[in-house]
């Protein structure tokens, strides 16, 4: 019989943990894909965040360490600049990254490190039962934001791909969604786009990855994804902020 | 003939680690240790190392945990404010078992405090410092002699055991400058780390990690840490005897305090009073043999410090109630004279002597 569909290499057996409708499955296999494309698995070192996907250490079958919440990019600094030869990448969720690690993750774009992030933005603290996190849209209801997200309270969501791609320097700065399987082609090339950056010692990358979160949101899981694409995807635009040599 | 030189403590920190094979800082400005991470931005590039200047104290001490996972010899230093800072990391390193150095140049406290020397982070040293069961091992070094041996120490113990280590100056100790010597042809004996994430090659993954969520799991890993702190306890603690043999007050002081006591010591044995001192060398473990060889005699144990009585808990615990145990400090940034302790030593003889 002829084999049509196989496990994507890098990715171990073990069963995910996540909702179902969540689609970190999806943005695992995309790096998982590209880790194996590049022909990288050996020397890929995983940074795991505090937040959903704390336990990504499971599901590829790589290096990781466990970062304390907000600071896998400068784990990751750590150990890139003990082993330059490694392909080293966080993947951080909008709490970890967004809230707690901002410094870190401003600063290691700012220092240019040869490394990769993978930045899920679901618009709420998954793990947690729903908070506000700094990328929580106007109105949306949170735990904490049981009324909506008020402006004169909170402020407007943060941006992070526009911010990041304001540093100079040679950065590849994209940002994609997981909505409808086009959108999965796409987020594809920027994570192979991403993982390149790093594995060409051209610079620091960041793949930004819209994602629906139906338990917290309280919909199913195809509404979910139709919330991401019609909630998340006006206020945050997709595509290539920077490409190393310049402005995208 | 082994290399004699003239340094600041804080150079001969960061040059003793260098010998000991540390290649990697990455540390954060504050005073009064900015010396050290100098040094090491001037030199660690000349032998192929690399020093970073981190955003803050939490992005230093978790790039400390990315290059020890890494497998490297690595550390970071600081002061007070910026040591609690760290705490989170370090947590982090003593649970995953990864090897590191944190020199510690203490100032007063609490809050923002001053930028002169004080010993009140003793407490946060011996004590773990961060959340969790777990301890660092501590060293409070007397001189930038023995600050340069044990940092070199240092580096060693923190493979052997795979646990962070503080070494606890102050501002004195990390600014003035004496005599330092170097052994020669010293070669670092690092051990092998299958265990880095260094990439997995052909082999199977590895992985660093603190995350239990069974508990019965979370606490056979505390057990297994357990194991290596009660290691320690039996074999790294380190001190100074100084006239112990006759000593009726037994004054206990580490570092400049110890140097303060020392000259106290001096001027109450020429009135009469036979003092003499334990000085630890190992805050943790701290060291409890020699409060056995002369807890029996010694009319009053004297806990000097530049806190408001820290150490102090450690020395009633290792007397544990068979002496008077007495606490003189100063705080704030303010050294003890000689005098003071002097007075302070008569004080526990007379006290002593009306028993």
């Known amino acids: 019989m002829k084999k049509v569909f196989a496990r994507t290499p890098v990715l171990t057996d073990a069963n995910m943990h996540y909702c179902p409708g969540c689609t970190h499955g999806v943005a695992h296999r995309l790096v998982a894909e590209a880790i194996d494309e590049l022909g990288v698995q050996g020397r890929t070192v995983g940074i795991a965040p505090v937040g959903c996907a704390v336990m990504a250490y499971n599901y590829l079958d790589i290096d990781w360490m466990q970062a304390a919440h907000g600071r896998a990019p400068a784990v990751a600094t750590g150990i890139k600049r003990v082993r330059p030869e490694s392909v080293v990448f966080t993947y951080q969720g909008d709490g970890d990254l967004a809230a707690i690690g901002t410094a870190e993750i401003v600063h290691a774009a700012m220092r240019n490190e040869r490394i990769t992030v993978i930045f899920i933005n679901n618009a709420t603290f998954g793990m947690t039962g729903g908070q506000m996190a700094p990328t929580t849209l106007i109105g949306q209801k949170t735990t904490t934001t049981p009324r909506g997200r008020d402006v004169k309270t909170w402020g407007y969501p943060l941006r992070v791909a526009e911010l990041l791609a304001a540093i100079n320097g040679d950065l590849y700065i994209a940002r994609v969604s997981l909505h409808d399987p086009a959108n999965v082609m796409k987020a594809k090339r920027a994570i192979l786009k991403a993982f390149k950056t790093q594995v060409e010692d051209r610079g620091f990358s960041m793949v930004e990855v819209l994602s629906g979160c139906s338990t917290n949101l309280g919909i199913s899981a195809l509404e979910a994804l139709r919330w991401v694409e019609e909630n998340m995807i006006p206020y945050y635009p997709l595509g290539e902020f920077r490409t190393p040599g310049g402005v995208a | ?355």
């Open chain 2, 1 to 355: 003939m082994p290399e004699r030189l003239l340094m600041k403590g804080n150079e001969a920190a960061a040059e003793a680690a260098i010998r000991a094979g540390c290649r990697f800082f990455f540390g954060y400005p504050i005073t009064p240790q900015n010396e050290l991470p100098e040094y090491m931005a001037r030199r660690l590039p000349e032998v192929g190392g690399v020093f970073l200047q981190a955003e803050s104290e939490l992005a230093a001490i978790n790039m400390v945990y990315g290059a020890s996972g890494a497998g490297a010899r690595v550390m970071t230093s600081s002061s007070s404010p910026g040591v609690t800072l760290k705490q989170e990391g370090i947590s982090y390193l003593a649970a995953c078992e990864l090897p590191c150095v944190i020199v510690n140049m203490v100032r007063g406290g609490p809050g923002l405090g001053g930028i002169q020397p004080a010993q009140s982070d003793y407490f946060q040293a011996t004590r773990g410092g961060g959340h969790g069961d777990y301890r660092t091992l501590v060293f409070g070094p007397g001189s930038v002699q023995e600050l340069a041996e044990v940092m070199m120490r240092a580096f060693d113990v923190a493979d052997k055991y795979r646990n962070p280590v503080v070494v606890l100056g102050d501002g004195v100790l990390g600014q003035m400058m004496e005599p330092v010597e170097f052994p020669d042809d010293y070669t670092p004996d690092i051990p092998e780390k299958p265990w880095a994430c260094t990439g997995k090659g052909e082999g199977p993954k590895r992985l660093i990690n603190s995350l239990y969520l069974v508990p019965e799991l979370l606490e056979k890993h505390n057990l297994h840490l357990q194991e290596k702190f009660s290691a320690m306890e039996r074999d790294e603690p380190r001190w100074e005897e100084v006239d112990l043999d006759d000593a009726a007050v037994v004054v206990v002081a580490y570092g400049t305090t110890a140097r303060v006591s020392r000259a106290a010591i001096e001027m109450a044995r020429a009135e009469g009073i036979p003092a003499g001192m334990i000085r630890p060398i190992t805050l943790w473990p701290f060291p409890v043999t020699p409060f056995e060889k002369c807890v029996g005699r010694a009319r009053a144990f004297l806990s000097v410090e530049m806190s408001m009585g820290q150490m102090v808990e450690d020395v009633r615990l290792a007397v544990a109630g068979r002496a008077p145990v007495r606490f003189y400090g100063r705080t704030g940034g303010v050294i003890p004279s000689p005098r003071e302790v002097l007075a302070a030593i008569r004080d526990a003889f007379k006290a002593g002597e009306a028993q």
